[in-house]
């Protein structure tokens, strides 16, 4: 099936019968029209309900505007109800990537390069946007606020992981003692909440991550010799939570329960979805893989001598933090979901919905005064189902009088470093031993339980701060991200991975 073409306006240009799209939250930015699939495209590729779009891309889009408002000072073109950081076009989750764009033109030091080589698998910026600049007294406070924002981080994730505990835990009393019915309401206001903070703080470390990569950057260009060559090194985060959630796999109604879930579909058991759903690939097992006892990057800093060696450490833990708070909240945020699972379910059985609509609605209308009529579920229970089955672009150029056909221009990427010959294998096929190497399309943090019996990753998509490149570079496997083979390797073919140049050789 063909894909659609894309009038500026977001509506479909009349070049035939096409489906509609859907009536869910489709509004396009008037002026930041360049859009992404970004890390959405990795772990749900075009394949969210309704339901779970009002909680990631709603929550998402507030968290946003939160941010951008207090970093910027609340220029106009990030308030109004038209004004989406994150739209649902067509069913198909995009960041905007615009937005991300225009707002590292404003920040001291940062450009937009540098958020597309973080975030979007290295696509070209797309050209200034025609919005106001910040300017004046709202420019000079600016850094400070940013940085205000980033010290902040730690603190708010640790307040936000002691609320969700309680949140969950609570809700499964509240279950066990047959009281859930008469805490639905309060549960759906806790839960909405503390989505907001959790999303709000990821979008704040994603952004905090690439003014802390440019730190770092200019940091060891300045005090370390040929420190490109030794860049994968110095991004080695810093304590990340998944080693310590899968951990706790075993332990009933823990906070890991979610690890055995699809991550961002709470609607994961229904059909379309049940098709479509990124599941997780393994159990935890041990393994003998993991990073080094003494890493390169902490042998460099060594070598540096005293002041220049606390300057690259300063940088390079700044970045760390920044991946370790992102990796956290993220986590957070998928606990969340998972209490969702529970409470749109029981939402819908009080409010007189059946199982198999609850996914076409968002949480504020099963939870508001009145739901949407059977007509207008199956409406969108058409358009869904029509949605799916097109193949979108990851890439949107919404402009007047672009190209709808624009594909934007990747290139291979060494995310974390290392050099491995194995044996590939699939994201369905489990090890028989060690030192595979794993070749997909993407993946997520529920890749964890399998790292260790892999000696290398190969991914069709992805940045050098995916979650999956993170997590290689805390377990020491190397990984190339964004490569064009990797839809081409076949499960047994012998492949040489080279995560320092980005290098992909099939060699049988």
Same mark, same amino acid.
């Given at each position: 099936?063909?894909?659609?073409?894309?009038?500026?306006?977001?509506?479909?240009?009349?070049?035939?019968?096409?489906?509609?799209?859907?009536?869910?939250?489709?509004?396009?930015?008037?002026?930041?029209?360049? %859009?992404?699939?970004?890390?959405?495209?990795?772990?749900?590729?075009?394949?969210?309900?309704?339901?779970?779009?009002?909680?990631?891309?709603?929550?998402?889009?507030?968290?946003?505007?939160?941010?951008?408002?207090?970093?910027?000072?609340?220029?106009?073109?990030?308030?109004?109800?038209? %004004?989406?950081?994150?739209?649902?076009?067509?069913?198909?989750?995009?960041?905007?990537?615009?937005? %991300?764009?225009?707002?590292?033109?404003? !920040?001291?030091?940062?450009?937009?390069?540098?958020?597309?080589?973080? %975030?979007?698998?290295?696509?070209?910026?797309?050209?200034?946007?025609?919005?106001?600049?910040?300017?004046?007294?709202?420019?000079?406070?600016?850094?400070?606020?940013?940085?205000?924002?980033?010290?902040?981080?730690?603190?708010?994730? &640790?307040?936000?992981?002691?609320?969700?505990?309680?949140?969950?835990?609570?809700?499964?009393?509240?279950?066990?003692?047959?009281?859930?019915?008469?805490?639905?309401?309060?549960?759906?206001?806790?839960?909405?909440?503390?989505?907001?903070?959790?999303?709000?703080?990821?979008?704040?470390?994603?952004?905090?991550?690439?003014?802390?990569?440019?730190?770092?950057?200019?940091?060891?260009?300045?005090?370390?010799?040929?420190?490109?060559?030794?860049?994968?090194?110095?991004?080695?985060?810093?304590?990340?939570?998944?080693?310590?959630?899968?951990?706790?796999?075993?332990?009933?109604?823990?906070?890991?329960?979610?690890?055995?879930?699809?991550?961002?579909?709470? &609607?994961?058991?229904?059909?379309?979805?049940?098709?479509? &759903?990124?599941?997780?690939?393994?159990?935890?097992?041990?393994?003998?893989?993991?990073?080094?006892?003494?890493?390169?990057?902490?042998?460099?800093?060594?070598?540096?001598?005293?002041?220049?060696?606390?300057?690259?450490?300063?940088?390079?833990?700044?970045?760390?933090?920044?991946?370790?708070?992102?990796?956290?909240?993220?986590?957070?945020?998928?606990?969340?979901?998972?209490?969702?699972?529970?409470?749109?379910?029981?939402?819908?059985?009080?409010?007189?919905?059946?199982?198999?609509?609850?996914?076409?609605?968002?949480?504020?209308?099963?939870?508001?005064?009145?739901?949407?009529?059977?007509?207008?579920?199956?409406?969108?229970?058409?358009?869904?189902?029509?949605?799916?089955?097109?193949?979108?672009?990851?890439?949107?150029?919404?402009?007047?009088?672009?190209?709808?056909?624009?594909?934007?221009?990747?290139?291979?990427?060494?995310?974390?470093?290392?050099?491995?010959?194995?044996?590939?294998?699939?994201?369905?096929?489990?090890?028989?031993?060690?030192?595979?190497?794993?070749?997909?399309?993407?993946?997520?943090?529920?890749?964890?339980?399998?790292?260790?019996?892999?000696?290398?990753?190969?991914?069709?998509?992805?940045?050098?701060?995916?979650?999956?490149?993170?997590?290689?570079?805390?377990?020491?496997?190397?990984?190339? !991200?964004?490569?064009?083979? &990797?839809?081409?390797?076949?499960?047994?073919?012998?492949?040489?991975?080279?995560?320092?140049?980005?290098?992909?050789?099939?060699?049988?």
């Amino acid at each position: 099936m063909t894909t659609p073409a894309l009038a500026p306006d977001g509506t479909e240009r009349d070049t035939g019968r096409q489906p509609p799209f859907s009536r869910v939250d489709t509004h396009v930015h008037p002026h930041l029209r360049v %859009y992404s699939a970004g890390n959405f495209g990795e772990v749900a590729p075009e394949r969210l309900s309704p339901m779970s779009w009002s909680l990631v891309g709603r929550p998402m889009e507030l968290g946003t505007r939160r941010f951008v408002g207090r970093v910027l000072g609340h220029p106009r073109w990030t308030t109004g109800s038209t %004004y989406v950081f994150t739209g649902y076009l067509g069913l198909r989750p995009y960041h905007n990537l615009t937005a %991300y764009c225009h707002v590292a033109e404003e !920040v001291v030091l940062t450009e937009p390069q540098d958020v597309t080589e973080a %975030y979007f698998e290295g696509v070209q910026p797309p050209p200034p946007s025609d919005v106001e600049r910040v300017m004046g007294w709202r420019k000079v406070m600016v850094g400070p606020r940013m940085l205000t924002e980033l010290l902040r981080l730690r603190t708010r994730n &640790a307040r936000l992981e002691q609320q969700v505990f309680a949140f969950e835990q609570d809700v499964r009393d509240a279950t066990a003692a047959g009281g859930l019915d008469w805490r639905l309401g309060e549960f759906t206001a806790r839960g909405k909440r503390l989505l907001e903070i959790a999303w709000e703080v990821h979008i704040t470390c994603t952004s905090g991550a690439v003014a802390a990569e440019v730190v770092r950057r200019k940091v060891t260009d300045r005090l370390v010799p040929h420190a490109d060559s030794v860049a994968g090194w110095l991004r080695e985060p810093a304590e990340l939570p998944w080693n310590r959630l899968f951990g706790l796999g075993p332990m009933a109604d823990g906070p890991a329960g979610f690890l055995d879930k699809v991550f961002y579909e709470v &609607a994961d058991q229904h059909l379309p979805w049940a098709e479509y &759903a990124v599941r997780p690939l393994a159990k935890p097992m041990e393994g003998n893989g993991g990073p080094a006892e003494v890493s390169p990057r902490e042998a460099l800093i060594g070598m540096r001598g005293a002041l220049r060696g606390r300057a690259v450490d300063a940088s390079v833990l700044f970045l760390g933090d920044m991946m370790s708070v992102r990796e956290q909240s993220k986590s957070l945020a998928m606990r969340l979901l998972h209490v969702h699972r529970t409470l749109a379910r029981e939402l819908a059985r009080a409010r007189g919905v059946a199982d198999a609509d609850w996914p076409y609605l968002s949480m504020d209308e099963l939870s508001g005064p009145a739901v949407p009529d059977p007509v207008e579920i199956d409406r969108r229970r058409e358009s869904c189902a029509e949605a799916l089955g097109l193949v979108m672009p990851d890439y949107l150029d919404l402009r007047p009088g672009a190209s709808p056909d624009a594909v934007p221009r990747r290139r291979p990427t060494g995310v974390s470093p290392g050099v491995f010959e194995g044996v590939a294998i699939g994201v369905e096929d489990m090890p028989t031993e060690d030192g595979v190497v794993l070749v997909c399309e993407s993946a997520d943090a529920n890749i964890m339980p399998i790292l260790p019996f892999v000696g290398a990753v190969v991914t069709a998509r992805g940045s050098q701060y995916s979650h999956v490149a993170i997590l290689c570079r805390e377990m020491g496997v190397p990984a190339v !991200v964004s490569h064009p083979l &990797a839809s081409d390797i076949a499960p047994g073919r012998r492949v040489h991975v080279n995560g320092d140049t980005g290098e992909v050789r099939i060699l049988d």
